[in-house]
């Protein structure tokens, strides 16, 4: 198997990830930075993440662009990803989900910040991108113009996670097991911290822990466990390869 068959098995694992753990339903999507051309992408075309397949794996430039006469149509927002990878060297793998935990972190003035010891991935900050800042109060909240990724991606600077406000989030990660357990547990971290916001005042992980914890390798024999089971509670077992 090529380097780039096995990314895009890798790829296809994620999209069935994601999709099992609720992350995205038919709208959302992962990207993985192309292993042989930094300057493209690698991203589904246009289909619910549930149900890609790698023949559904299109190629783009940073732009956006589609590579080759590949006709098939696109995800809308593929720029989220062309622009961040544009921004941001160190990142392999992109993220953007509507996950409806998150988003009353878009439009409160309650920061979302992690509160569970497997959410500490996330960072201790995550910034939130409004559109309407530069774009104006009459978009439909979409990111379909590279612009509108660079925006995104000059809020996210070099964080882990954006909130987008009233839409999702776009997160990143060195590679795609990083982004997709990170992708995880967000919603989770935004669940118990709302239940607990009902309770009363909460305690979140302090920066140590945070710095401790998100020392932690998504491609060690307790971060592969997870992607193994999610993998094969996903129906993509025949797609596993061995433990990197
Ligand atoms: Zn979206």
Known sequence: MTQLDATIRN???GNRILAHQNVVDAYGHISVRHPANPEHFLLSRSRAPELVEPSDIMEFTLNGGVVGDDKRPPYLERFIHGAI????PDVNAVVHSHAEETLPFGITSVPLQP???????????IPVWD???TFGDETNLLVTTI?????LARHLGGHTVALMRGHGFA??????????????????????????????????LSPGEVANRAAFSPASASGWRA?????RRAGVREMLGDMP
Not at 172 to 182: H, L, P, S
């Open 85 to 88: 990878y544009a921004a941001r």
């Open 147 to 151: 612009d509108q990724g660079r925006d």
């Open 171 to 204: 997160a990143v990660g060195a590679t795609i097991m990083d982004v997709v357990r990170v992708s995880v547990y967000l919603p989770v971290n935004a669940r118990v911290l709302t239940t607990a916001m009902r309770f009363g005042p909460f305690k979140p």
């Open 131 to 133: 559109i309407a800042e």
């Open 11 to 13: 790829l296809v694992i």
């Open 227 to 231: 992607w193994e089971y999610w993998a």
């Open 115 to 125: 509160v569970i010891h497997v959410a500490s991935v996330i960072g201790a900050a």
